[in-house]
């Protein structure tokens, strides 16, 4: 007898040892030399980071290192769906904010400290100026001539144009007049994933390609 799948409740077999705290989570992990990590964020959705303060976070106790967007030289975070045949725009996006925060949240600065609660005290010593900007919500709205730029290389906000067809002769055979279509559609999520987290161990020393 086959096992039904469609329709049928499936109890997800993971869950008994997750909600009875006999699962491995990657914060039970502690490898030796493990500090903590806190991100100082922003609180505005758009805003100049006119100077960012770290001296009074730096001095207080179990901090290791703290860093700034300037002071952090690594790529920006890759776009991850390329369009295409479509004019898509990529502009930078730094891990952590260099000149300007984006969104609320965007990170300003990076605390690592000995233990969770020390990276916490000192990210909230961290004093960052902000010269607020204009926002604007509303998703056309952010379209229009005038609206507030958040890059200089994205005219209006548009990241992409993308004309997507098919069908063509199909539509053709059965109709002799042209057809229209408009779509309008606005969504505030982003495409999900999965909320995987990796531990790593780094050791000095040269790297051999595997033959």
Same mark, same amino acid.
């Given at each position: 007898?086959?096992?039904?799948?469609?329709?049928?409740?499936?109890?997800?077999?993971?869950?008994?040892?997750?909600?009875?705290?006999?699962?491995?989570?990657?914060?039970?992990?502690?490898?030796?030399?493990?500090?903590?990590?806190?991100?100082?964020?922003?609180?505005?959705?758009?805003?100049?980071?006119?100077? *960012?303060?770290?001296?009074?976070?730096?001095?207080?106790?179990?901090?290791?290192?703290?860093?700034?967007?300037?002071?952090?030289?690594?790529?920006? *975070?890759?776009?991850?769906?390329?369009?295409?045949?479509?004019?898509?725009?990529?502009?930078?996006?730094?891990?952590?904010?260099?000149?300007?925060?984006?969104?609320?949240?965007?990170?300003?600065? *990076?605390?690592?400290?000995?233990?969770?609660?020390?990276?916490?005290?000192?990210?909230?010593?961290?004093?960052?100026?902000?010269?607020?900007?204009?926002?604007?919500?509303?998703?056309?709205?952010?379209?229009?001539?005038?609206?507030?730029?958040?890059?200089?290389?994205?005219?209006?906000?548009?990241?992409?144009?993308? *004309?997507?067809?098919?069908?063509?002769?199909?539509?053709?055979?059965?109709?002799?007049?042209?057809?229209?279509?408009?779509?309008?559609?606005?969504?505030?999520?982003?495409?999900?994933?999965?909320?995987?987290?990796?531990?790593?161990?780094?050791?000095?020393?040269?790297?051999?390609?595997?033959?």
């Amino acid at each position: 007898m086959s096992t039904r799948i469609f329709g049928s409740g499936i109890k997800r077999r993971e869950d008994p040892r997750l909600i009875t705290g006999k699962a491995l989570y990657t914060d039970d992990i502690r490898l030796p030399g493990t500090l903590n990590m806190v991100v100082v964020r922003s609180p505005h959705a758009h805003a100049r980071i006119k100077r *960012i303060d770290t001296s009074k976070a730096k001095a207080m106790p179990g901090v290791v290192a703290i860093f700034t967007g300037a002071e952090v030289d690594a790529n920006g *975070i890759p776009c991850a769906w390329l369009i295409p045949n479509s004019d898509l725009k990529t502009p930078s996006h730094p891990a952590l904010a260099v000149d300007k925060v984006r969104y609320v949240g965007d990170g300003v600065a *990076i605390v690592l400290a000995e233990n969770r609660y020390q990276a916490q005290d000192a990210a909230d010593t961290v004093y960052v100026e902000y010269e607020p900007l204009a926002v604007v919500v509303n998703p056309e709205d952010a379209t229009r001539d005038g609206a507030p730029q958040l890059f200089d290389d994205v005219p209006n906000n548009v990241s992409f144009r993308w *004309i997507a067809s098919s069908g063509t002769k199909i539509w053709k055979k059965r109709s002799t007049k042209p057809m229209l279509s408009s779509l309008s559609a606005s969504s505030n999520s982003a495409s999900c994933q999965p909320p995987w987290n990796p531990v790593r161990r780094w050791r000095s020393g040269t790297v051999q390609p595997r033959k």
